[in-house]
């Protein structure tokens, strides 16, 4: 996917969702998605952590992840995502983030209207 964002400086939406898609995303894969608006690549077979260039993505206001089972692979949710202030939409359900959620994570998303984090592992007050 880095590619992808790399040569499309300014696409906006970016929509994979109900594939196969597996494997895990480089640590720099969102690098250069400064513009898009709206990621889905829910209902998948992505493994691996969140990468950190998550936070590179200061437009985006809808991001799912869900029901990539292996998605998350046990961390915790990266803080890097924190970064993704204008974010509306955000939907990591049936992944496998474990331990807390970073208590400041959501401090600065004041849009955020839609949250979904069920079936995870997650853990702590």
Same mark, same amino acid.
């Given at each position: 996917? $880095?590619? *992808?964002? +790399?040569?499309?400086?300014?696409?906006?939406? /970016?929509? *994979?969702?109900?594939? +196969?898609? @597996?494997? +895990?995303?480089?640590?720099?894969?969102? @690098?250069? $998605?400064?513009?898009?608006?709206?990621?889905? $690549?829910?209902?998948? $077979?992505?493994?691996?952590?969140?990468?950190?260039?998550? #936070?590179?993505?200061?437009? =985006?206001?809808?991001?799912?992840?869900?029901?990539? !089972?292996?998605?998350?692979? #046990?961390?915790?949710?990266? =803080?890097? =995502? +924190?970064?993704?202030?204008?974010? !509306?939409?955000?939907?990591?359900?049936?992944?496998?983030?474990?331990?807390?959620?970073?208590?400041?994570? /959501?401090?600065?998303?004041?849009?955020?209207? /839609?949250?979904? =984090?069920?079936?995870?592992?997650?853990? #702590?007050?």
């Amino acid at each position: 996917a $880095a590619a *992808v964002f +790399k040569r499309m400086p300014f696409l906006r939406t /970016f929509r *994979v969702n109900d594939n +196969k898609f @597996d494997g +895990k995303f480089d640590d720099d894969a969102f @690098d250069g $998605a400064s513009e898009l608006v709206e990621f889905d $690549a829910s209902n998948n $077979a992505l493994i691996g952590p969140m990468p950190s260039s998550i #936070g590179a993505m200061h437009m =985006l206001q809808s991001l799912s992840f869900a029901n990539n !089972k292996r998605f998350g692979n #046990g961390a915790p949710i990266t =803080l890097e =995502l +924190k970064r993704c202030v204008a974010l !509306k939409v955000l939907d990591l359900s049936g992944c496998s983030f474990a331990g807390a959620i970073p208590s400041n994570l /959501f401090v600065d998303m004041s849009y955020l209207s /839609f949250l979904r =984090l069920a079936t995870n592992d997650f853990s #702590g007050p």
